[in-house]
T-cell receptor
Framework: QQPVQSPQAVILREGEDAVINCSSS?????VHWYRQKHGEAPVFLMI?????EQKGHDKISASFNEKKQQSSLYLTASQLSYSGTYFC????????FGKGTTLSVSS | DAGVIQSPRHEVTEMGQEVTLRCKPI?????LFWYRQTMMRGLELLIY????????DSGMPEDRFSAKMPNASFSTLKIQPSEPRDSAVYFC????????????FGNGTRLTVT
């Protein structure tokens, strides 16, 4: 069963913040986050393991609450280069992706 | 590191024809995944292999689809016969570990079945 991502789409101006949420009804081992630009392959952002950890990558960070089976991706002070579709992937028996959240950043 | 290599990049074929997609994973990666991407369904896992052995093929849509991994450096996804609804972008990805390691995606094959 696919993890559920919300919102489906976000429109931002440069410098604004956004949060993308991801939830699953199944027990999880870890969460992956990827970004895909139009016409390109998904590119890895980060992995979060059990333990409620948070990770950061430049101005993009994420959290994972395995009790609630939820993860969130935080994008702060967005840049034009952040535009794309963000996918969360949950690892249970295999890596299953959500349907994605399209982020559009304009100047 | 050359990355995951897929071929062809684009494939246009007529309904009923056989289609074979190819993938070369990154050397040393024990896991290989085939995904299909469409607007409606997003990124769907079709099948994955561990050490060349198929582990989970529950995502393969029907018997028209088959996948093989004869050795650690090569995998194929075959559709026979192809149908218009198979039109999609097919990605191959590899990783060292399904739990703790990132997936490295190939550039994908855009399949159009007319």
């Amino acid at each position: 069963q696919q993890p559920v991502q919300s919102p489906q789409a976000v429109i931002l101006r440069e410098g604004e913040d956004a949060v993308i949420n991801c939830s699953s009804s199944k027990a999880l081992y870890s969460v992956h986050w990827y970004r895909q630009k139009h016409g390109e392959a998904p590119v890895f952002l980060m992995i979060l393991l059990k333990g409620g950890e948070q990770k950061g990558h430049d101005k993009i960070s994420a959290s994972f609450n395995e009790k609630k089976q939820q993860s969130s991706l935080y994008l702060t002070a967005s840049q034009l280069s952040y535009s794309g579709t963000y996918f969360c992937g949950y690892v249970g028996a295999a890596l299953i992706f959500g349907k994605g959240t399209t982020l559009s950043v304009s100047s | 590191d050359a990355g995951v290599i897929q071929s062809p990049r684009h494939e246009v074929t007529e309904m009923g024809q056989e289609v074979t997609l190819r993938c070369k994973p990154i050397s040393g990666h024990d896991y290989l995944f085939w995904y299909r991407q469409t607007m409606m369904r997003g990124l769907e896992l079709l099948i994955y292999f561990n050490n060349n052995v198929p582990i989970d093929d529950s995502g393969m849509p029907e018997d028209r689809f088959s996948a093989k991994m004869p050795n650690a450096s090569f995998s194929t996804l075959k559709i026979q016969p192809s149908e218009p609804r198979d039109s999609a972008v097919y990605f191959c990805a590899s990783s060292r570990d399904i739990y703790n390691s990132p997936l490295h995606f190939g550039n994908g094959t855009r399949l159009t079945v007319t």
